[in-house]
């Protein structure tokens, strides 16, 4: 179809999620982002196709679409911070991935990020957190760290329905909690509505455990605060365990059945599937990260959980993500747009890089994406990096952005 700024590229359009079917020719759509975007969006690039035109001779090219969302889309398109054609252009070419958009705290405009998770129905957020040798890390042993968080991305708080204090809508909602279901709580309050349900919970373990199938995986963890919230996080654990005993009875195994049937010892081929209380995965993140492999979360816990995950092995200036439907891939750069470091190309392109690399493993493209990281770990034994990394490593270089991915591209 025909865009009004859109400008679509000689290559070949994804028709399939489907790996077996992916082009050779890909035309991948991508938004730049705000603030840093521009600069970690250019290396990253770079990185991208270098690894892919090494991996494969030039079997194999990305041809690359920009479309629009934040401030730039607010230039091209008049004000408008989020243009339905870039939605369309999502639903067209299946596959994106951006940088960060701005969000103001408080008033303005609402989340970018959760508009497009929820008007694309984007409704799993997937992040790997990993320690690569040489990161800076402030735990004894990151190397324990190798887990992957699946996050539900469209209802929980972040669904927006809420309602602020003084308005003549809280004080209807407000009235009727009071009135008509007994509730009691101060006045004055904001009120909000925490929407979990059976539908939701059940695709998100239904796509962790498909990926833990694919990705050879060895357990799962339900992370909830169900003794308190028992209607929405205690049904979302409850809904999870039936997904894994009614549709994967022969690929997994509850840690009941585990203790109870195999005296604790995993059955070859099966998946475990455990759940353990909010706060207490905390600690056990910090204490025996190494007993986690796949978390399934609802979005507030697994929004805080995944950000302090990353700092245990580097921070989120590295940490990869992304948000997949059923009908749409869009990975991103999980931290925020740094505006005071906007265009001086000193940035850490690391979160929008790894980004890069689990959307390549997503279509197939494994040789390219392992030759992204080998170059970024041989490029930081060589304790080469941007300012974040070389204020924490003794004797380290400190590069530009660009610079950075040009040593991981001689890496490779």
Not at 146 to 165: C, L, P, Q, S
Request: proline share 5%.
């Amino acid at each position: 179809m025909a865009y009004q700024h859109i400008v679509v590229p000689d290559g070949e359009k994804i028709t399939s999620l489907d790996t077996s079917q992916m082009p050779d020719n890909p035309i991948i759509a991508f938004i730049e982002g705000d603030g840093i975007g521009k600069d970690i969006m250019t290396a990253s690039k770079r990185i991208w196709d270098a690894a892919v035109e090494k991996a494969y001779g030039g079997q194999k090219k990305i041809a690359w679409m920009e479309i629009y969302a934040g401030e730039k889309a607010a230039q091209v398109y008049d004000g408008d911070y989020m243009p339905e054609e870039t939605f369309q252009a999502l639903r067209d070419y299946l596959v994106g991935i951006k940088g960060p958009l701005t969000t103001p705290v408080g008033g303005g405009f609402r989340s970018l990020n959760v508009t497009l998770r929820q008007v694309l129905d984007l409704y799993a957020c997937v992040r790997p957190v990993r320690w690569y040798e040489g990161v800076p890390s402030p735990m004894r042993e990151p190397n324990l760290v190798d887990m992957v968080i699946f996050r539900e991305n469209t209802e929980d708080v972040y669904a927006g329905i809420e309602y602020e204090a003084g308005t003549p809508e809280n004080e209807k909602i407000t009235q009727f909690l009071r009135e008509e279901l007994g509730a009691k709580f101060f006045d004055g309050s904001g009120i909000g509505v925490k929407p979990i349900s059976a539908f939701g919970t059940k695709r998100l373990m239904r796509s962790a455990i498909r990926y833990a199938i694919e990705r050879g995986r060895k357990s799962i963890a339900i992370m909830h605060k169900g003794n308190i919230q028992k209607f929405t996080e205690g049904a979302f654990r409850q809904w999870c365990y039936e997904v894994a005993a009614e549709e994967f009875p022969d690929e997994t195994i509850s840690e009941d059945e585990l203790w109870d049937k195999y005296d604790g010892k995993l059955p070859e081929g099966k998946i475990l599937i455990k759940d353990r209380i909010a706060d207490i995965i905390f600690q056990h993140m910090l204490l025996r990260p190494s007993e986690f492999d796949i978390i399934v979360a609802p979005n507030l816990n697994g929004d805080y959980l995944s950000d302090a995950l990353a700092a245990q092995v580097g921070g989120v200036g590295i940490a990869p993500g992304a948000n997949i439907g059923d009908e749409v891939m869009l990975f991103e750069a999980t931290h925020g747009t740094a505006p005071k470091y906007t265009d001086l190309d000193v940035v850490n392109p690391g979160s929008l890089m790894f980004s890069g690399v689990m959307m390549l493993e997503f279509m197939g493209w494994w040789d390219a994406a392992k030759l992204v990281q080998e170059g970024y770990t041989k490029t930081l034994a060589q304790k080469v990096v941007t300012y974040d990394f070389a204020r924490q490593m003794a004797g380290a270089t400190k590069v530009k952005t660009s610079e950075f991915a040009t040593a991981i591209i001689g890496n490779m």
